[in-house]
């Protein structure tokens, strides 16, 4: 019996004691703008999406159609007469203190119907369309890198360095949450909008406090003024894209003011039609003491205005990546200069071969070479199809 990491593996020269290490480093990967799926495969990849979690894939327990498709989710009805909502669109997961957003896909239509093992939905971050089999995804294990495996100052302790090129492939995407807490009794203005686009020292919101917001003594002007004041004008300190906002409170809130309990209601009218719209029973951003923010208990009669920043991060000095199966490593330098072969082909990583030796992983020798022998047969290939 094998399992499904083992089975990802190319078991060619690798020493039973370092196949343990394929998994570890696989679970602590993120989708990068960059990957695709490789030509060196050892078929499980196309089993992935029929083995995990709604998150990552999700395929069809048994025949049925749709019912519903909406940004937030879609239902489908099996043939048992059961019906069942799951979430696409934009999740966010949670991993080691970082937040992940996922965008999860479907290709099905409203009325569609579909069998046993059909695609429902996928994450377009982990998975992409086969190329050899169209109706099915396969696993995006990573990106193609033509790499100079050497001895250098670069490649020290396991060490590598990347080109500027493939640290943007390696492009991520992190999700900051901002919250901002505010007395039922202050007024919230100019709050920013979903899809706004924020510098870290923009300002997210004015908060206005109950002495000045009873009275209104605040007109354009003054309120232009409190921007610099970061205890009233709380700063979004992330450059990135505002994705959502919610609104958690604790108390009745007919004790809000007037603008806050505008937020307030718009919330919870997306947070009810967010859980409808995957067959889940809706509910408000209505709280008590349980619901913590930074540890802290959400107080009585105070809002939790929870701002979603997303941003792009290219791949830096001192970032984790893994070569292969399992030879983890640390990107000591981003080469701005072109490096190329004897032969001309541009060296986009360079990483030491002794650290592939002391791990008894010879496998990255046979991976590469293959790599590089399918691509050239498929250049050849082209060229033949097209008649030159």
Known sequence: MLSARDRLTNYSKISPKRVNFVGIQQSHTVACAGYGQMPVRTGYEQVIAHRTSDLFALTAKSAGKVTQISEAGIIVEYENGETKGYEIGRRFGHAAGLIIPHSVVTDMKVGQKFKEGDLICYNEGFFE??????????????????????????????????????????????????????????????????????????ILCIIEDAITANAELFDESSLDTLRIL???????????????????????????????????????????????????KAFTGAVDTDFRVEGDSLALDTADIRIYITSEVDAGMGDKGVFCNQMKTIFGEIFEN??????????????????????????????????????????????IYKGK
Do not use: C
């Open 129 to 202: 369309k086969d190329i050899l089999n169209p109706n099915n995804v396969v696993w995006k294990a990573g990106i193609l890198v033509k790499t100079a495996l050497m001895e250098s100052t670069a490649t020290l302790e396991d060490s590598s360095a990347i080109s500027a090129k493939v640290a943007k492939l390696l492009t991520t995407n992190t999700t900051k949450i901002k919250d901002i807490i505010v007395n039922f009794d202050q007024s919230v203005h100019r709050l920013v909008k979903v899809g706004t686009s924020v510098e870290s020292e923009d």
């Open 230 to 280: 970061s205890s009233q004008a709380p700063q979004a300190k992330v450059k990135g894209v505002i994705e959502r906002i919610e609104v958690y409170y604790h108390g009745d809130k007919q004790d809000m003011s007037e603008s806050l309990k505008a937020l307030t209601n718009a919330s919870d009218a997306k947070l009810g039609k967010r859980n409808k719209e995957i067959g889940k």
């Open 338 to 383: 072109k490096i190329t072969s004897e032969s001309g082909k541009e060296i986009d990583a360079i990483f030491g071969y002794e650290s592939i030796n002391a791990r008894i992983v010879n496998s990255p020798i046979i991976m590469g070479t293959t790599a590089t022998l399918l691509d050239v047969i498929g250049k050849q290939a082209v060229a």
